[in-house]
């Protein structure tokens, strides 16, 4: 990665991982809100945890291409 900015090849690996990313964070909240209801929270619905996974799914696909490139740039120095 340059000083200037991220690459091209941060960006892609950022856009591929954001669909499966934000869908668990669906799947999450909206597991978290069926345990809210123990609690006497009203219910969460899947349409509100797809919409609140919406911007949610942003620093979640951030962490998890963050960890994907650490891994990758590993298997690269255990190749050489």
Partial sequence: MSK???????IRLFVVLYPFVAAAVAVNLFMLGLA????????????TALYWSIPLGI?????????????IAKAESDRN
């Fill in 4 to 10: 200037t900015g991220p690459c091209a090849r941060d």
């Fill in 36 to 47: 809210g209801q123990s609690l006497g929270l009203p219910a969460m619905t899947p349409l």
């Fill in 59 to 71: 620093p979640a696909t951030w962490l998890a291409a963050r960890w994907v490139r650490k891994l």
